[in-house]
């Protein structure tokens, strides 16, 4: 069993900055890449970014040259700084992890959400 604990969604005004992070703990033998999705109010689940264990990154368009995603392999733990926030950047959040358990076999594993609202 593999768990996601996110953190650091909130209410920030348009022009600001917020870091989401996520740590993977449990049965894991290797997580491969790790990423964020979002899903705003009746709208499909979308790409936000991903990062590969070796460190190559994925975005939309939507969020390049505003968010950047990291990761510390050590931890287990996936980060998304988010920077000059739009009204439109407005959703739940969802931490993803590609991760081979201990058994070997690989699994997509999801956070339970982190809620980012950002005002006008």
């Known amino acids: 069993q593999v768990q996601l604990v996110e953190s650091g969604g909130g209410l920030v005004q348009a022009g600001g900055s917020l870091r989401l992070s996520c740590a993977a703990s449990?049965?894991?033998?290797?997580?491969?890449?790790m990423g964020w999705y979002r899903q705003a109010p009746g709208k499909q689940r979308e790409l936000v970014a991903t990062?590969?264990?070796?460190?190559?990154?994925n975005y939309a368009d939507s969020v390049k040259g505003r968010f950047t995603i990291s990761r510390d392999n050590a931890k287990n733990t996936v980060y998304l700084q988010m920077n000059s926030l739009k009204p439109e950047d407005t959703a739940v959040y969802y931490c993803?992890?590609?991760?081979?358990?201990?058994?070997?076999?690989?699994?997509?594993?999801w956070g339970q959400g982190t809620q980012v609202t950002v005002s006008s």
């Open positions: 993803w992890v590609l991760a081979r358990a201990l058994t070997r076999a690989t699994y997509d594993y």
């Open positions: 449990g049965s894991i033998f290797s997580i491969n890449n």
């Open positions: 990062i590969t264990s070796g460190g190559s990154t």
